[in-house]
T-cell receptor, first 113, second 114 residues
Framework: KAGVTQTPRYLIKTRGQQVTLSCSPI?????VSWYQQTPGQGLQFLFE???????NKGNFPGRFSGRQFSNSRSEMNVSTLELGDSALYLC????????????FGPGTRLTVT | AQSVSQHNHHVILSEAASLELGCNYS??????LFWYVQYPGQHLQLLLK??????LVKGIKGFEAEFIKSKFSFNLRKPSVQWSDTAEYFC????????????FGKGTKLSVKP
């Protein structure tokens, strides 16, 4: 089975711009979660989608949003980028029977200048 | 607030030494517990997990962890480390088990000297 894939792997944006990141889960997995990883804050949960519905949300501003499509692929969007948004964004998927056991993708490294 | 603490930020060991990494979580009822590992340049990989049953769980590459409910702890152990175990180790907790959000500790960087 192919693992979780994320595109693009690296991205450089300018402050004030917006960005969209994409995640394809493992085949058969319907839950997709997003995390932000930074040296200072570590790994922080952004949100989770299940069957195209946001089921859970972390403590991030409204500039961070996401969606999930009928094929379980997910996108996250960050609007009005700030320097502090520079981070590794990780996507994880899990099977319907064991939603807390998550499998992570390689991440998208976002740099905001 | 729910939280996970990893007390060791950086651990340096020689090959063949024994390893124990601490992880404590705040009370929150039913929990599912995980250890993930991130090797240099690689993505997070699941090392082991605890959902219920035997509190001593075995994972990949000779790692094991013990769930002690009374201490809210889930410490990771390995009897003899190898240079290839050099990586960052993350403890993670899912409260409730019904939704896919993990709360991670800040991680422990393990350096194994050959």
């Amino acid at each position: 089975k192919a693992g979780v894939t994320q595109t693009p792997r690296y991205l450089i944006k300018t402050r004030g711009q917006q960005v969209t990141l994409s995640c394809s889960p493992i085949s058969g997995h319907r839950s997709v979660s997003w995390y932000q990883q930074t040296p200072g804050q570590g790994l922080q949960f952004l949100f989770e989608y299940f069957s195209e519905t946001q089921r859970n949300k972390g403590n991030f501003p409204g500039r961070f949003s996401g969606r999930q499509f009928s094929n379980s692929r997910s996108e996250m969007n960050v609007s009005t980028l700030e320097l502090g948004d520079s981070a590794l964004y990780l996507c994880a998927s899990s099977s319907p029977g064991q939603v807390s056991e998550q499998y992570f993708g390689p991440g998208t490294r976002l740099t905001v200048t | 607030a729910q939280s996970v603490s990893q007390h060791n930020h950086h651990v340096i060991l020689s090959e063949a030494a024994s390893l124990e990494l601490g992880c404590n979580y705040s009370y929150g009822g039913t929990v599912n517990l995980f250890w993930y590992v991130q090797y240099p340049g690689q993505h997070l990989q699941l090392l082991l997990k605890y959902f219920s049953g035997d509190p001593l769980v075995k994972g990949i590459k000779g790692f094991e962890a013990e769930f002690i409910k009374s201490k809210f702890s889930f410490n990771l152990r390995k009897p003899s480390v190898q240079w290839s175990d050099t990586a960052e180790y993350f403890c993670a907790v899912n409260y409730g088990g019904s939704q896919g959000n993990l709360i991670f500790g800040k991680g422990t960087k393990l350096s194994v000297k050959p």
